[in-house]
Each structure stands twice: as structure tokens, then as C-alpha cells.
């Protein structure tokens, strides 16, 4: 609204280019699907006992496999985050995240030394 009309020009279309080239990938295709259609899951089933399984293969999308496992990944965190856990009434919550080599992000350490087992309080 305010920083990106007031840019120069050739500035504004290298943004608008890597943007596009990032986040194109996600509309098409399979990954598209997933993303940019009416689903049945959300992160937050994880905390009513679901077990979210999201199979995009590294291997077969390459960077677009990444950044829809850091998607989700991102997005469960958040959520775990935002809950409020009441032992012995909530559910524990488990991401296990193969290939993790591809996937770390910063934001996933300060997520592992904020989050606690309060069940074993």
C-alpha cells in the first residue's frame, strides 16, 4: 500500500519477478491443489487427534516440495504455539518432519526451545 508504489520501477519488477517465480509453483499442479482449492485439513486437526500426513516428495518437486513442507511445517508450529495446552485434556502433538536436512529453518529452533512438556507437570 505504501513502500512498494513508491519504488523505482526496475526495482518494483525485480520484486514482482522473484516473487512470481517463488510462489507460481504453488498455484499449479498438485501442489496447487493443495493450496489453492478447498481442502479437509487444517494444522489444527493435528490437535484434535488427526495424523496429517503430507507426502511431496523432495525428489519429485524439488523447491516446490520444500517450500510446501516448510508450509506446513510453519504452520503447525504456529499453531501449537497458539493453543492452549491443559493437561490431561489436550493431546500431545507430534511433527516428524523426514529428510529434516531439507527443511531446517531458523524459526524451527525457536520453536523447540519455546515449546514444553507440560505433561510432566
Known amino acids: 500500500m505504501y513502500e512498494r508504489p513508491t519504488m523505482d520501477a526496475r526495482t518494483r519488477s525485480n ?3 522473484d516473487f512470481t ?4 509453483p504453488l498455484t ?3 501442489i496447487g491443489e493443495l493450496f489453492s482449492t478447498t481442502t479437509n485439513i487444517t494444522p489444527e486437526d493435528t490437535l484434535n487427534g488427526k495424523v ?3 507426502d511431496i516428495p523432495v525428489s519429485k518437486y ?3 516440495g520444500q517450500f510446501t513442507a516448510l508450509i506446513w511445517s ?3 508450529q504456529r499453531t501449537v504455539d497458539r493453543r492452549s495446552f491443559t493437561p490431561p485434556f489436550s493431546r500431545p502433538v507430534f511433527l516428524w518432519v ?3 536436512h531439507y527443511f531446517c ?3 524451527d529452533a525457536a520453536f523447540q526451545t519455546t515449546a514444553q512438556n507440560l505433561s510432566q507437570k
Open 74 to 76: 510453519q504452520l503447525l
Open 98 to 100: 523426514d529428510e529434516a
Open 62 to 64: 524439488r523447491a516446490v
Open 28 to 30: 499449479r499442479g498438485k
Open 15 to 17: 520484486v514482482d519477478a
Open 21 to 24: 517465480g517463488m510462489f507460481d
Open 105 to 107: 529453518i531458523d524459526q
Open 52 to 54: 496429517v500426513v503430507i
